[in-house]
């Protein structure tokens, strides 16, 4: 399941690197309270076609993640399934062929933070628009209502990858969120903000009153004008990853 830089179109220190900020990813995924118990699964594409992906070994608690532990599978080697510490079956659903039928996407973070969890769970859970944080997603978010139990069927990943589209963010419903992005960094910094943004909107929902929810137009300029804002992403990691080094560096072995 594991193999060398050669055969990717990531290498060298660059390959390095991702197996680093990935590996970062999952303990900081612990420490805002994301992780669910050993489950749930974050991947990074390494060849140009998506095919090639890293991705974290079964059961394995995302708080002892490290860099080193990451396998590098093949979306189209289903005999990866065959080996020791492979994926569960959901993980290689969902992950493995997203990357094969979006090979644009690079990054999948998938897991069932509180609020992203406890909107993916109402009859309408849409991102409504009502604010900066909320108003991220508008026009980019990808729904998906045809949840069917535990995610471990080929159809179940073709469905979601077909749902997702060309958005940046999938809610999955009755299940959790999967945000995307070109780096770790910037798929990390919207799994952080559609957390926050599904915050505001559960507590907006659970005073009963209705939501003054921003126009089609006000709610597009808001979205748009986050692009100007694109390197808060790297900055924040950066930020995070400082944080976990004098803690627990552990995660870059």
Not at 28 to 47: D, K, P, R, T, Y
Not at 163 to 168: E, I, M, P, T, V
Request: charge should be negative; proline fraction near 4%; aromatic fraction near 10%.
């Amino acid at each position: 399941m594991s193999g060398s830089t050669s055969s990717t179109d990531v290498a060298g220190n660059d390959f390095a690197q991702l197996r680093i900020d990935l590996a970062a990813a999952f303990r900081l995924c612990v420490e805002f309270g994301w992780s669910e118990s050993v489950g749930n699964h974050f991947s990074a594409a390494v060849s140009a076609d998506g095919k090639r992906f890293l991705m974290n070994p079964k059961w394995r608690h995302f708080g002892s993640i490290r860099a080193s532990d990451l396998l590098l599978l093949d979306a189209d080697d289903p005999t990866v399934m065959n080996g020791p510490a492979a994926p569960d079956a959901s993980a290689w659903t969902i992950h493995g062929t997203l990357h094969r039928e979006c090979p644009a996407v690079r990054v999948l973070l998938h897991c069932h933070p509180p609020y992203a969890t406890a909107l993916s769970t109402l009859r309408d859970p849409s991102m409504k628009p009502i604010d900066n944080n909320t108003a991220r997603f508008f026009g980019a978010l990808g729904i998906d209502l045809g949840f069917g139990g535990i995610a471990d069927e080929a159809e179940e990943g073709t469905r979601l990858a077909q749902s997702l589209g060309k958005n940046k963010t999938l809610i999955m419903g009755n299940h959790g969120v999967t945000c995307t992005g070109e780096t770790v960094a910037e798929a990390f910094e919207d799994l952080y903000f559609f957390e926050k943004a599904a915050k505001t909107l559960i507590l907006a929902y659970s005073t009963g009153q209705a939501l003054n929810i921003l126009s089609d137009e006000v709610a597009q300029k808001t979205a748009e004008g986050w692009h100007a804002y694109k390197g808060m992403a790297f900055a924040h990691f950066d930020y995070l990853k400082s944080k976990l080094d004098q803690t627990d560096a552990s995660y870059r072995e």
